[in-house]
T-cell receptor
Framework: KNEVEQSPQNLTAQEGEFITINCSYS?????LHWLQQHPGGGIVSLFM???GKKKHGRLIATINIQEKHSSLHITASHPRDSAVYIC?????????FGTGTRLQVFP | DTGVSQNPRHKITKRGQNVTFRCDPI?????LYWYRQTLGQGPEFLTY????????KSRLLSDRFSAERPKGSFSTLEIQRTEQGDSAMYLC???????????FGSGTRLTVV
């Protein structure tokens, strides 16, 4: 069993839909990261969380430390949101990554 | 400073050849990480440096792999006697100490033929 599990693995949506991606982890963490990866490999950091909730534009990230669970929400999704979204937890001094959720938003 | 820079972006090599990748982190970042990502998977930790000291190496980093960060600035990752299983995206990230977020480079995609 992976230490960081994401669901769903693949997600398709129509433009404007509300999207939720989930992440569960089984190790102790000091922080959780949500990352966005576009084709070609570049990774962009979206959020770093250690508790509660953060919001940036149409993106919202929440974390429940007791339940070892985090969610990434995208409101009013747009085709440019199409990417792979990766959850990563900080364990000691390194990141442990989930396998990612591939999101495709169609116009 | 334009972020974390990795070179080359792509590398195709024949099995058995040696390859070297370079990562230039954000200049004030003292921590530098190497990760490897195979198709359809999340990145996996390889090694990291604090300044010039290599503090941790993954078991994934076989004897054929070596990483250096000689002056605490740029880092190199060398793979000797490449194998087809080494084909992957090699990602570099840097951070300012352990309490801050990470900045990732665009990666070096290695194809071993």
């Amino acid at each position: 069993k992976n230490e960081v599990e994401q669901s769903p693995q693949n997600l398709t949506a129509q433009e404007g839909e509300f999207i939720t991606i989930n992440c569960s982890y089984s190790v102790g963490i000091s922080a959780l990261h949500w990352l966005q990866q576009h084709p070609g490999g570049g990774i962009v950091s979206l959020f770093m969380l250690s508790s509660g909730k953060k919001k940036h534009g149409r993106l919202i990230a929440t974390i429940n430390i007791q339940e070892k669970h985090s969610s990434l929400h995208i409101t009013a999704s747009h085709p440019r949101d199409s990417a792979v979204y990766i959850c990563a937890v900080k364990n000691t001094d390194k990141l442990i990554f989930g396998t990612g959720t591939r999101l495709q938003v169609f116009p | 400073d334009t972020g974390v820079s990795q070179n080359p972006r792509h590398k195709i090599t024949k099995r058995g050849q040696n390859v070297t990748f370079r990562c230039d982190p954000i200049s004030e970042h003292n921590r530098l990480y190497w990760y490897r990502q195979t198709l359809g998977q999340g990145p996996e930790f390889l090694t990291y440096f604090q300044n010039e000291a290599q503090l941790e190496k993954s078991r994934l980093l076989s004897d054929r792999f070596s990483a250096e960060r000689p002056k605490g600035s740029f880092s190199t990752l060398e793979i000797q006697r490449t194998e087809q299983g080494d084909s992957a995206m090699y990602l570099c990230a840097s951070s300012l100490d352990t309490f801050y977020g990470y900045t990732f480079g665009s990666g070096t995609r290695l194809t071993v033929v």
